[in-house]
């Protein structure tokens, strides 16, 4: 009996390419297996409380923004947690005097919102990650809930 016979099949049962083609789904499922594996190992699933503040939106998107909304990411869609807390203040905007001064007034029309958001995320030593993303104080969040959609920047982290 031949290893190969005249139709290409090995010992008669499988062909060539058609098992070529397994090993290679093998190794590409083993090798994410082995990467998830591998980001879950050190990490430490904890409470995160983040602090997002979105500058210079109007009043109708400023008044929809409740605590207890559900808020995701947006590009990934990711749940990043529950709204905690909301702070509207009226926004800062530089306006010039008569007399050439430049002076901070507060802005009539638009608002800023500091939101608090708390949520599960993973802790080591190389980043925090809420939801699917990964944060840091300075990184810019698009968020989202059935009703409104806004731009944050993150202001604090705590764990």
């Known amino acids: 009996m031949h290893i190969i016979d005249n139709k290409g099949r090995i010992f008669g049962l ?12 093998l190794a590409v499922v083993a090798r994410f297996g082995t990467k ?56 800062e905007t530089l306006v010039e005097t008569a007399d050439g001064r430049i002076v901070v007034y507060p802005n009539p029309v638009l608002k800023d919102v500091y939101i608090t958001v708390k949520g599960t995320g993973s802790v080591n030593e190389n980043a925090i990650v809420l939801g699917s993303n990964e944060i840091r104080i300075g990184t810019s969040l698009q968020i989202k809930t059935n009703i409104y959609s806004v731009t944050s920047t993150v202001m604090e982290i705590n764990f």
Do not use: M
Not at 46 to 71: F, M, N, Q
């Open 36 to 91: 998830i594996h591998q980001s879950s190992v050190g990490s430490q699933a904890k409470d995160i409380e983040t602090v997002l503040y979105v500058k210079e939106v109007k009043d109708a998107t400023a008044d929809v923004i409740k605590v207890g909304d559900t808020v995701k990411e947006t590009k990934t869609n990711g749940v990043l947690g529950k709204v905690t807390n909301v702070e509207v203040k009226p926004s």
């Open 14 to 25: 499988i062909n060539i390419i058609d098992l070529l083609v397994i090993l290679v789904i």
